[in-house]
């Protein structure tokens, strides 16, 4: 039979028809081209998370020497004599202590609540007010998205913020009027200003600052949720106010009260911190005090987050020392990540995210999400001779006023607005100033507690999902962005916004073909390499590189777990791409509906508002939603600007 084989065989049937020869060749040119996209990926991440160690932790005399010309530009500018002697009686200190102190900028700590329990919160305000960074030069500014008691919750998360600080100023200030973020008459709310310090556990005092949105009267009596208008309203509270501050601009009555009680709390703290100094007088304490105007950087976090005690210097350098940074975030670790399976699938998203994505955009300087858990923002940049001018950033005007958007009327505006403020803050960074930074420092960490059970991380994911979509097709839109061609920002963003959208179709042709190879032989390895690729070998790398190779367990676990990663969790989202609720995520004791009536005024003059948030009657109470009063405005700042003259609070153009 071999002899016959060997004298008479001309050749074989080719029984693969024409199709399957070239969908087999397109499989591998792609698998080629994702090889080498990955590679490329992976090599700038590790390439970033080896040198930028280096790069942002350099000597530290090198920052001494920045914050030496900044005193000495301070010095110039300084006409009192007494600061002059002052200053050079610091410079005998110890090195440390001069960069503890001078010359670092002031920073807001910001931090958002809604329905958080007292545990998380304190947990989050022990951990700022621990950083390694000098108390005199951070405020803690908390804002509580309404009078919402939280599932759980004995009090509400007013109530609790407040039992949680030392109050210095009055304890029953007075509601004050500001315009929010809402439709029709929810444009008007009512906020209260508390002042005070937080003490923790370690006895370190930190002034403090808590905006409680409270609602209009009639809000407070009728509705279950009074006040309650979104984390965004509660970060535009913050913007808007250090905006008009910088421009010295007209300020609504929650502005004013916000000025008037940063300044007293930090010129409390002051007084506290020289009480053994018994020639200060009452005018040394005056001018002592920070101006609202004094800050330059805003560190945004949850009140589900805690940061480690070196996460706030190590930010802070990086802002020091590159200007062209406006933005940056760190890496969020989980805090609860043996809870339960769902919490452990989560462990092995969250590390690759940072170490391989947020580490690769930061080579191009343009991470496209900063979250809002923990991500600090420059609010201006000083320029010229002392400081004689200054380049607003988060107060730039175009910024606030696109954020504060508030004609929400096309799907993809909502999917924007209404389910990821902070990622498109971040889009509106990048569209503002396509030449500055946005970056990601992984010597700074924080922990924060991710969803337990799968219904909320469905929620989570769904609103994550869909924002990411939106935000890539206005960032795929920029021609200003870093790079050429395949070589630039713009392209990663069109390949993660088309691997967004694919992936789900992706995976499930993959397994199909797997499936199919084992029940119709030859087996085809081509899905086992590039499904290889695709998820071990990064993985892997950046776990190596990372000098973290525990991660490989978890990207075991996380293996196991990918049809939900990337079928269950994508489709559920495209399919509820209209939803724009926020779920299960923040969970209250009684949902609140929608009230018909909301009254503006004060001392018994009821007036109520319009559809259309126009004030109805007699109009000669300022109302905020049709705009100030030309006469209590003028009185406004006519007030503010004595405000100014007092010594008190000293505004810099």
Known sequence: MRCLQQKYTVGYLDLEPVGCAVTHAIQI?????????????????????????????????????????????????????????????????????????????????????????????????????????????????????????????????????????????????????????????????????????????????????????????????????????????????????????????RMTALDFEICKQISAVSNNDNKNNNNNNNNNNNNNNNINSVSPSAYELVLMVDADTMVEPKSLNHMISVMERDEKVMGLCGETLIANKFQSWVTAIQVFEYFLSHHLGKSFESSFGGVTCLPGCFSMYRIKLPKGPCGAWTVPVLANPDIVEEYSENLVDTLHKKNLLLLGEDRFLTTLMLRTFPKRKLVYVPQAKCRTIVPDRFSVLLSQRRRWINSTIHNLMELVQMRDLCGVFCFSMRFVVLLDLIGTIVIPITLILLLAQIALGLILPPFNMLPIYMMSVTLFLPGTLIAITALQPVYIFWMLIYFFALPVWTIVLPVWAFWHMDDFSWGETRRVEEDGGESGGVVVGGGGSMRSLGGDGVLIGDSSDMTLLGGYDEQQQYQQYQQYQQYQKDGTVILKK
Not at 33 to 48: E, G
Not at 145 to 154: I, K, M, P, Q, Y
Not at 171 to 194: C, D, F, R, W
Request: proline share 4%; glycine share 6%.
């Open 29 to 249: 040119f792609c698998l080629m081209i994702i090889t080498v996209i990955i590679l490329v990926k992976v090599l700038m991440a590790m390439f970033f998370n080896l040198t930028q160690y280096g790069i942002w932790t350099r000597q530290k005399r090198n920052g001494r020497r920045r914050r030496r010309r900044r005193r000495e530009r301070r010095r110039k500018s300084n006409d009192n004599e007494d600061n002059d002697n002052e200053d050079k009686d610091n410079d005998d200190k110890d090195d440390n202590d001069i960069e503890d102190d001078d010359g670092r900028p002031h920073v807001i700590l910001f931090v958002t609540c809604y329905s958080e329990g007292l545990e998380s919160i304190k947990n989050t305000l022990d951990s700022l007010a621990s950083t390694e960074y000098p108390e005199s030069r951070k405020l803690l500014f908390v804002v509580a998205d309404g009078l919402v008691t939280g599932s759980g919750n004995e009090s509400s998360t007013p109530d609790l913020i407040l039992s949680l600080m030392t109050l210095t100023r009055q304890k029953n200030p007075i509601p004050q009027s500001y315009l929010a973020i809402a439709e029709g008459t929810k444009q008007h709310n009512m906020a209260k200003v508390y002042a005070g310090v937080y003490i923790n556990s370690m006895n370190i005092a930190v002034p403090m600052i808590t905006v409680v949105k409270c609602g209009t009267p009639r809000e407070e009596a009728n509705e279950k949720k009074p006040g309650n208008r979104g984390k965004r309203d509660s970060q535009l509270i913050l913007m808007n106010f250090l905006s008009r501050v910088m421009f010295n601009d």
